[in-house]
């Protein structure tokens, strides 16, 4: 990412959405279930990447050192990894699949893995079969999952004492691969691996993923001129909900232009029978209610969790724009495609498909994750980013398609000229940020008054932890 500074929080939703990753709503799956449904289990280094053209669609394929294997048999020291999406300069286009993972090259991993049907592997559940490999205090390795995650460890059964919570867990590397190849011969035994991210050492989990390998801004140039982006539905509909999901999905589109107050105009265009998904244009922005396509290899489960939904857009290489002082690559097409499976889901709570087609839109938009992925902090940092609707899973709540200030700063940063968030060489929350960067953005500082804040935003003392800085830092905020 050169040396520009990115800063927060509007910039982080950028970062999130133009840089590496991921993904997708998802409710996450746990470790034994993951573990009986992969093929694989291997921990791998990364060795290489090309991005190419598998069956139609665009994908990134990584060749991977097998190290290790738990699970599983593969010929050969070498296996392939196929995530989808990935740049293709030759053709002049790009898919952006949010929700696909992303590795560097030399990284290690543990990897729970499927099988595809010529021999080449995919991550599980899209993102969530990833560990990522750390090094800890005391020289011992150490597991985390991209996803930030809250354990919740219940001792009362044992000892009386009450249920505690761990946040971002990692999985101690030697107790957790003895774990899972008991688990492979059907030995299942209660989880004896998680440590707590302070006793493994502090220093180790700051995540060596900020330089992001396939970097780039997104967005629909459309909206500038008044035009509008236009979805269509698959005719089929959405199971589990009356209707088909119609109504929602109309108020998923509107909440982007009604909460926001920008011009982001999406009418709906009727049904459609194309099911062409990400496989090629057929020029139309659609949702599809089934994975017709198999886009998402694991069916969600409502008992195990799963990946609900992906978002992605198709961009076009060669004609890069400049938007508020940076490059652009301009959307061309968008699909959101719903995982099999999720009926059950909806079924149980109807606001969650608001909540789910809001999100994904919000991707279509050019929006990444505020947190929870590996190209975004862990949502535990911020109380404004884990209330954020394009955090990268569900929230099990009511709210429906309803956006907090970190989604709607990160639309204005995107489609209002007036709003902006100067990139810059000082990190934010600097006690001259907003004076040498500013006037400061929303959620940016350390600002001494509303003159230092862009637009009608004012200066709120001691906000910095809603953003991840430090409590005391005064921030740019909308007003109350
Ligand atoms: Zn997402």
Redesign the pocket.
């Known amino acids: 990412m050169s040396s520009r500074r990115l800063v927060l929080p509007v910039l982080l939703l950028l970062a999130a959405g133009t840089g590496g990753a ?4 998802i409710v996450r799956v746990a470790d034994g279930p993951l573990a009986d449904r992969a093929a694989l289990i291997a921990r791998v280094e990364l060795a290489d990447r090309r991005v190419g053209r598998f069956h139609d669609r665009i994908a990134t394929e990584y060749e991977a050192v097998v190290v290790e294997i738990l699970k599983g048999y593969v010929a050969g020291s070498r296996i392939l990894v196929r995530v989808p999406g990935g740049r293709l300069p030759d053709e002049g286009v790009g898919l952006k699949i ?2 696909a993972p992303e590795f560097r090259v030399g990284e290690r991993a543990l990897l729970f893995l499927g099988e595809n049907e010529d021999g080449s592997y995919h991550v599980l559940h899209l993102l969530q079969g990833i560990f990522r490999e750390r090094d800890a205090a005391g020289g011992r390795a150490i597991f985390q999952r991209d996803m930030g995650e809250v354990l919740e460890l219940r001792t009362d059964s044992v000892d009386g004492r009450p249920a505690r919570e761990i946040e971002n867990p990692a999985r101690d590397a030697e107790l957790f691969e003895s774990w899972l190849r008991d688990r492979a011969e059907g030995l299942e035994r209660e989880p004896d691996y998680f440590v707590e991210a302070s006793s493994a050492g502090t220093g180790s989990f700051t995540s060596p993923f900020t330089q992001l390998v396939d970097d780039f801004n997104l967005r629909w140039f459309r909206f500038d001129d008044g035009k509008r982006v236009r979805w269509h539905r698959h005719r089929d509909g959405q199971d589990g909900l009356s209707g088909g999901g119609k109504e929602r999905f109309k108020r998923a589109r509107k909440a982007w232009r009604r909460q926001t107050g920008v011009g982001i105009r999406l009418p709906g265009a009727g049904t459609t029978t194309s099911t062409t998904g990400f496989d090629r244009s057929d020029f139309r922005n659609t949702i599809l209610f089934s994975d017709f396509n198999d886009d998402m290899e694991e069916d969600f489960d409502c008992i195990e969790g799963g990946v609900i939904a992906i ?1 992605g857009v198709s961009f076009i290489l060669t004609t890069t724009r400049e938007w508020k002082g940076e490059m652009f690559y301009p959307i061309d097409e968008t699909e959101i495609i719903v995982n099999d499976g999720v009926g059950c889901l909806f079924q149980q709570e109807p606001s969650f498909a608001d909540q789910v087609y809001a ?1 994904e839109l919000g ?1 279509t938009l050019g929006l990444g ?1 505020s947190c929870g992925d590996s190209a975004s902090p862990r949502c535990s940092k911020s109380e404004l980013l884990d209330e954020a609707l ?1 955090r ?1 899973f569900l929230h099990e709540d009511d709210r429906g398609a309803e956006l907090n200030d970190d989604d709607i700063f990160g639309a204005r940063y995107l489609y209002d000229p007036d709003f902006f968030a100067a990139p810059c060489d000082l990190p934010p929350g600097h006690k001259r940020f907003c004076k040498r960067c500013g006037p400061c953005g929303a959620g940016q500082g350390k600002c001494r008054s509303d003159s230092d804040c862009v637009g009608d935003l004012v200066c709120v003392p001691d906000a910095g932890a809603k953003v991840g800085l430090p409590p005391g830092v005064d921030i740019c905020l909308p007003p109350e």
């Open positions: 991921s993904a997708t709503s949010f929700g978002g999100h991707h994750h394009m990268a």
